[in-house]
């Protein structure tokens, strides 16, 4: 026997969501039903807004809901050096680390040969491009210490110390393999001390 139609559907549209099996969906559908309207509206809400209102940054890529985005617009920042990370989540790990008081560039991804992910697929022609008023004066490579994030490094600092920047790369005193949003906030903050010259 099935549920009533939009119960149903309410299962299924949860059961999309990663990490959410059949049972899962289910439990909590059955949750929802029991919220009172206004908390069910108040989610609803949510869903649609973040939809609507959450964009990436037309300068350095970040997750906003302005353009340009707190970081970029906040004068107190050091607009001499640039950290260029792999998604938005890893913004979010040095800012809470406090160890970084510069500009960011979110590449949207790593060159990935093996998923058919290459330069073209992220955002570095926007990187040149920001680098081209001469305002940097370091890029600091903050991709993730594993073999994906090592070759994005590695292509990046070839591109760019032809054009007479310093190029440094966050030390990997974080675990080989590991990913930047897992370390803690010393570990994020000692990578950044001990980064070292490409
Ligand atoms: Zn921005």
Do not use: W
């Not at 940054?57 to 792999?86: H, K, M, Q, Y």
Request: hydrophobic fraction near 40%; aromatic fraction near 4%.
């Amino acid at each position: 026997m099935a549920f009533a139609a939009p119960l149903e559907r309410l299962i299924e549209q949860l059961r999309r969501l990663p990490g959410i099996g059949a049972k899962s969906a289910q439990r909590l559908a059955f949750h929802v039903l029991k919220m009172s309207s206004e908390e069910a509206r108040a989610l609803a809400a949510a869903v649609v807004d973040v939809k609507e209102t959450i964009r990436l940054c037309g300068t350095c890529f970040n997750i906003t809901d302005t353009d340009p985005c707190l970081v970029c617009s906040d004068t107190a920042r050091d607009r001499s050096g640039l950290c260029v990370v792999e998604e938005p989540h890893n913004m979010v790990a040095i800012e809470k680390s406090g160890s970084f008081r510069g500009l960011y560039h979110v590449l949207h991804g790593s060159i990935a040969p093996l998923r058919g992910l290459g330069p073209d697929d992220l955002k570095i022609a926007p990187l040149l491009e920001r680098l081209r008023d001469g305002s940097v004066k370091e890029v600091i490579l903050a991709t993730n210490p594993n073999v994906e994030g090592e070759a994005t490094a590695v292509y990046l600092s070839r591109l760019l110390k032809p054009l007479g920047l310093r190029v440094t790369r966050i030390a990997l005193g974080l675990p080989v393999g590991s990913e930047l949003e897992y370390a803690d906030e010393v570990t994020v903050g000692k990578s950044f001390e001990g980064r070292r010259e490409l």
